[in-house]
Each structure stands twice: as structure tokens, then as C-alpha cells.
């Protein structure tokens, strides 16, 4: 009885923390996860996220040093306009159950494992990466893409300080990526998401509070789409989190739905992110829903509209 209570409470902890990441993300966690954690591939440099309270609206003086340090960007590398190149883009038949899975911050030691339990399901999703020179990484990429699945910009860095520091610094980190990933895979993505999400209050410490605004003015401006969520895994919401709470996060939040993007994470330590997958994958269609990557052209959700 007491091991039942416990599963009880745990669940509606879960629900709670799902409906609170649908607003902000879990960005914060995954500070202390990127602090405590080694890189997730071999020479990759684990990424550093800046946490904490968010900070006033900057001086006068403390602008003047942001704007300083904005005319100091590389404007060589700027460009006027984002080019999609990639795959084309269809419609999905009206009236579908679609489930767009996402994973997030790979690739991984865990990409291998996502890439083979969607094979085998016949599924494709999404994968939001963020940038890794290795040989390692860039196979994975041309995994990912072989395998018929979506690429979309994450940032090269994910790092909060540097590219919420500006929109401009936003755009020199996201080309950065979209560069190695046209080298590697042939083509730049035209769809993205924000580290945190377009609504995150982590980007305020360095931008300040209307920078967000200004980002996704900006993304949208170069030609991108971006893509929140309107379902959490929750896997965020701890560094591993349970297995059936992720499971039961997801398919309690997908319920009533016709579309869902569900945010998930492709790391190397959420081992319980893919031991869930199977199960959430054959109830989801067993829901009646059908799986697809997202395009440009996708049904979105977005916590912040420019």
C-alpha cells in the first residue's frame, strides 16, 4: 500500500511538472545537468547553460557595452536571408492523428538506440541538434538524415549567455550550425527551436526581459520556422527521469489532441528517455495516431509569437 501511495504521488508530481514545462521549459535542470556531466561524445565539449534569477532591465551604461559588443560580431559571415535546401516538403492528409516526436540536444551515445527503436516502428521524428565538429557527431547527423528523419537548428552552442545576448548573436551562433550541417548532410534546415523554448526567462540574463521577442522576430525574419511543444515527456524534470512517467506524461497530455509535438531529449544519460519510447510509441498509435517529422509547413506550437 505504502510503495502505491508513493506511484501515486510521483504521478501527480508528474502532471504538475508537465503542465509547468509546457510554459517555461526545464532549461534550469538542465544547467545543473550540463555542469555535473561530461561531454556527451568523445571531443565534444559539454555544453554550459547559465541559470539563476533573471536580471533588471540593463542601465544605460551596461547597453551601451552590449551594443559595443554586437558591432563587434563577424559581420562577414551575416547573411540577408535563410535558404531552405533540404528535402521537399509535403502535406499530410487532412483530418490525421500525427504525433511529431522531437528529440533534442543530440546527437548522442543515445542517437544510435532513438534511430533504431523508430526503425523498427516505422516512425520518423524530428531532431533538434546542436553542433559537434567530431567524426562521431557527424556521422550521426548523416544517420539521422539517411534514416529519412528531420534535422532542425538548436543552436550551435545552446549556450544561454552567448546567443540571448542579442538577435544578432543568436543568427552568428544558428549559421554556424546550419554551415556544418550543409557540409555534412548537404542541406541547412528551415525549421528550429530555442534552447528553453521561445519563452524562457534564462535568456534574460544576458538579453534582458524583451529579448525573446526580438529573437523570434528575427528567426522568423531570416526564414525559419520554430517549434515549441504541447506535450513534455517530462524527462527534462530530472536528470533521469522515471520511465513511466514519462509515459504516462506523455500520453495523459496527448489525449483530446489531433497534433502533437512532444518534447523529448536525445542524451547521453536519460537511459529511461529510451526505454520509454517503445511503449509510448505503440500506445500512441494504438491512440490512432500516425507519426512525421516536422517541415517548415507543419502544424506549430509556439508559447511566444513574435
Not at 523508430?118 to 550521426?140: D, N, P, R
Not at 555534412?184 to 530555442?194: A, K
Request: proline content about 5%; overall charge positive.
Amino acid at each position: 500500500m505504502g510503495v502505491q501511495i508513493r506511484r501515486t504521488g510521483v504521478y501527480v508530481m508528474g502532471l504538475i511538472i508537465s503542465a509547468n514545462l509546457a510554459g517555461c521549459s526545464a532549461a534550469q535542470i538542465h544547467t545543473e545537468q550540463a555542469k555535473q556531466a561530461p561531454s556527451q561524445l568523445s571531443g565534444i565539449t559539454a555544453s554550459i547553460e547559465s541559470g539563476g534569477s533573471p536580471t533588471p532591465t540593463p542601465t544605460p551604461a551596461t547597453a551601451t557595452a552590449a551594443e559595443a559588443e554586437v558591432k563587434g560580431l563577424d559581420t562577414a559571415i551575416v547573411e540577408t536571408r535563410h535558404f531552405y535546401t533540404g528535402p521537399p516538403h509535403s502535406s499530410p492528409p487532412a483530418g490525421d492523428k500525427i504525433a511529431y516526436l522531437t528529440f533534442d540536444d543530440g546527437p548522442s551515445a543515445s542517437t544510435r538506440k532513438i534511430l533504431h527503436i523508430l526503425k523498427t516502428f516505422g516512425a520518423t521524428a524530428t531532431f533538434f541538434v546542436i553542433g559537434t565538429e567530431t567524426s562521431e557527431g557527424k556521422s550521426l547527423y548523416r544517420e539521422i538524415a539517411a534514416d529519412g528523419h528531420a534535422l532542425g537548428n538548436h543552436t550551435y552552442s545552446h549556450d544561454y549567455n552567448r546567443i540571448y545576448k542579442s538577435p544578432e548573436a543568436f543568427m552568428k551562433d544558428a549559421r554556424k550550425l546550419d554551415r556544418l550541417l550543409e557540409e555534412t548532410v548537404g542541406y541547412r534546415p528551415d525549421i528550429l527551436r530555442f534552447p528553453g523554448g521561445s519563452n524562457n526567462h534564462l535568456s534574460w540574463k544576458s538579453g534582458g526581459r524583451g529579448v525573446m521577442n526580438k529573437v523570434a522576430a528575427a528567426v522568423r525574419e531570416e526564414g525559419y520556422q520554430y517549434f515549441d511543444w504541447n506535450v513534455s515527456s517530462t524527462d527534462a524534470a530530472a536528470p533521469v527521469q522515471d520511465r513511466d512517467m514519462i509515459i504516462d506524461s506523455v500520453l495523459s497530455a496527448s489525449k483530446g489532441k489531433k497534433r502533437v509535438i512532444v518534447l523529448m531529449h536525445d542524451n547521453t544519460y536519460k537511459t529511461t528517455t529510451v526505454e520509454a519510447l517503445p511503449v509510448v510509441l505503440r500506445k500512441l498509435k494504438a491512440a490512432g495516431f500516425r507519426f512525421d517529422k516536422l517541415q517548415k509547413t507543419s502544424f506549430t506550437f509556439q508559447f511566444l509569437e513574435p
